[in-house]
């Protein structure tokens, strides 16, 4: 197994932690019946989820200024997971900004499919750096 040259353990302990935290956020947004309450922890666990990601990419703070560089226009999106943490940059920023105005039952749904994707695209990380075959 070759080790991912970017993350070492603390960063992904830190990628591991955030996955959890998104899951247990999604799974209490669920139950609360507030509904800011379940806007707020949806919009936590989509962060959380997002950041998850970049920590398995390594630095996260370098990761999410390329992303907010692409959105801006300063530079093209030359990379396809540029492109897909761009796309969920927007999704989460749109969402977010939205929340007020869908169906709660559309917002906790939504919310778990970002968080499946994040999920899938850890795993697809993580296993690309140990040399396996996607």
């Known amino acids: 197994m070759k080790p991912n040259p970017l993350i070492d353990d603390y960063r992904l302990n830190w990628c591991f932690r955030y996955l959890r935290e998104a899951n247990a956020d999604y799974e209490c947004?669920?139950?609360?019946?507030?509904?800011n309450t379940c806007i707020k922890l949806c919009s936590t666990a989509l962060r959380k989820a997002q950041t998850a990601v970049l920590y398995a990419?390594?630095?996260?703070?370098n990761v999410y200024n390329s992303i907010i560089a692409v959105l801006e226009?300063?530079?093209?999106?030359d990379d396809p997971l540029i492109r897909t943490l761009t796309s969920m940059e927007r999704f989460i920023r749109g969402l977010i900004d939205g929340a007020h105005s869908i169906p709660r039952e559309s917002l906790i749904r939504l919310t778990g499919e970002h968080i499946s994707i994040a999920e899938r695209l850890v795993e697809k990380?993580?296993?690309?750096?140990?040399g396996m075959n996607v």
């Open 57 to 61: 990419l390594g630095e996260p703070t």
């Open 73 to 77: 226009g300063r530079v093209e999106a």
């Open 29 to 35: 947004s669920k139950l609360v019946k507030n509904r």
């Open 125 to 130: 990380i993580l296993k690309t750096y140990d």
